[in-house]
């Protein structure tokens, strides 16, 4: 059977499992697959000694896609590449769908295999699982679960369930992870991850910020309900998550001894909260909050100021995460407002999944670094494979404890935002082109030729 090119974006979303021998002595220069894709195939370029190796990969018995023929040491690009088809034309022509390595000890995960039957399911998951608006997202959270170890055996449940947000946020890590090439291990069920990259381990812990039982939802609707929100609302609910988790004091764990630690923060409270909170986690963690002025040459001024407490109702809490007792045990708090169904559809679609007729329009802010602008930069995009890009770390940021007892060089996340506390000052590290929040509209065709607009899932509109 023919082979055929795919994209870096293809492959890397199909084949999720670590190819150290990619990491840092070979680069990856072509991707093919059979016309099926039941094999996949790689050309690299081996950084040392100047020549060119290939790497065919099949299915494992639980569906990952691992190597199964290689060959090194070939002088010519061209020539790496005809032996390349000529082995996956060979492995294609078998048929097989499985080429069993012979040390898998789990199933495959299917998250779209019904395994409740009195619990209703969760509004965001049926609108997930079914239709063409989330096709996209559909097919890569596919492909995510084969790589994903059920620790505590509860996964596919709650993700169909009461824990939608919650697991979505782990498969969201998971993928964020592997792009950022850490290895990890999934032998311990607390902290949720433990893993290392370049030898620096690292052990996390996933939150979430949920809805509270009986309250109101909160939108604001203008300006100042937004600052009241902000400034006073949102640091209780990340204070409550963050807290309680500290109670379970995770740096006390055998394993995680002498090991950095950081608590990894999604907001899912309310609506499109995750498009307008960010602000408030980054007041609350530093215990401070900026006021500006514009001088009489239109110099942009930045003063800090500390705040003692975060109020709503009669609910007070101290502000400054840091500066609590046994934070200093807590290396940062890594944060994003991109775990949402709008990420996954996106991912999904720049790597060949789901319908392509389905459109995505996004919109959105970006920074602005121009140092006396007060206003982000807007902007739309259509979610086009070969014309947009978009990574997983894309709008993830890294809070740094400046109390840390086992800081974290920001190279151990790269291309993250990092934030830090200098001279009393928070300072920031954010990359060219930084999205702040955005939210999308899928378009996709009705049965009659019409079109129509995607059904919006509750907490899944954000960045």
Same mark, same amino acid.
């Given at each position: 059977?023919? +082979? ?17 021998? @990619? ?15 039941? &094999? ?67 199933? =495959? ?37 084969? +790589?994903?170890?059920? #620790?505590?055996? *509860? ?9 939608? *947000? ?11 992870? %592997? ?11 607390? /902290? ?6 370049? $030898?620096?381990? #690292?052990?996390?812990?996933? #939150?979430?910020?949920? /809805? ?20 006073? %609302?949102?640091?209780?609910?990340? $204070? ?13 764990? /055998? ?21 307008? =909170? ?61 775990? +949402? ?32 602008? @007060? ?25 740094? *404890? ?9 190279? &151990? ?45 509750? *907490?899944?509109?954000?960045?």
């Amino acid at each position: 059977m023919p +082979t055929k090119v795919i994209s870096k974006e293809r492959f890397d979303a199909l084949c999720r499992v670590k190819l150290s021998i @990619t990491d840092y002595m070979s680069r990856e220069v072509e991707w093919y697959s059979d016309a099926e894709e039941r &094999v996949l195939g790689i050309v690299l370029l081996d950084l040392h000694d100047k020549d060119w190796l290939w790497m065919v990969l099949g299915r494992d018995e639980a569906g990952l896609f691992r190597a199964i023929a290689l060959d090194v040491s070939i002088s010519t690009q061209v020539e790496a590449s005809a032996r390349l088809k000529v082995k996956l034309e060979e492995h294609s022509a078998t048929g097989q769908t499985v080429f069993p390595q012979g040390d898998v000890k789990r199933d =495959s995960m299917d998250l779209f295999k019904p395994v409740v039957s009195s619990s209703p399911f969760h509004e965001n998951y049926k609108i997930l699982a079914d239709g063409l608006h989330h096709s996209s997202a559909r097919g890569m959270l596919r492909e995510l679960a084969r +790589t994903f170890v059920d #620790v505590d055996g *509860n996964f596919l449940k709650d993700f169909q369930t009461t824990g939608f *947000n919650a697991r979505l946020w782990e498969l969201f890590l998971h993928a964020f992870l %592997y792009e950022q090439r850490f290895a990890v291990t999934r032998e311990f069920d607390r /902290p949720d991850v433990c893993t290392e990259k370049n $030898g620096f381990p #690292v052990g996390i812990e996933a #939150v979430t910020v949920n /809805p509270t039982a009986g309250e109101t939802t909160f939108k604001p609707s203008n300006d100042e309900e937004l600052r009241q929100l902000r400034e006073e %609302y949102m640091p209780i609910k990340f $204070g409550s998550v963050l807290l309680s988790k500290m109670r379970k004091r995770y740096w006390e764990l /055998p394993h995680m001894n002498g090991k950095p630690f950081v608590l990894a923060v999604h907001d899912f409270c309310a609506g499109d909260s995750m498009t307008w =909170s960010e602000p408030a986690m980054n007041d609350y963690l530093y215990g401070l909050r900026a006021t500006w002025h514009k001088d009489q040459n239109g110099k942009l001024h930045i003063t800090e100021n500390a705040i003692r407490e975060h109020r709503w109702g009669d609910k007070p809490i101290p502000s400054g995460f840091f500066n609590q007792p046994d934070t200093e045990h807590v290396s940062a708090v890594l944060f994003s407002n991109s775990a +949402t169904l709008s990420k996954f559809n996106r991912m999904g679609k720049l790597a060949g999944f789901g319908s392509p007729d389905v459109k995505m329009i996004r919109v959105g802010v970006k920074h602005n670094f121009d140092p006396n602008a @007060t206003e982000p930069i807007h902007f739309t995009a259509e979610v086009e494979p070969g014309k947009y890009s978009e990574r997983w770390t894309e709008g993830v940021r890294v809070f740094h *404890n400046p109390r840390a007892r086992l800081p974290i060089p920001p190279g &151990v996340f790269e291309e993250c935002a990092h934030h830090f506390l200098k001279d009393g000052r928070r300072v920031a590290m954010l990359l060219p082109d930084f999205v702040h929040s955005s939210h999308m509209m899928v378009i996709a065709p009705k049965k009659d030729g019409d079109e129509s607009v995607g059904a919006a899932p509750k *907490n899944s509109q954000g960045s």
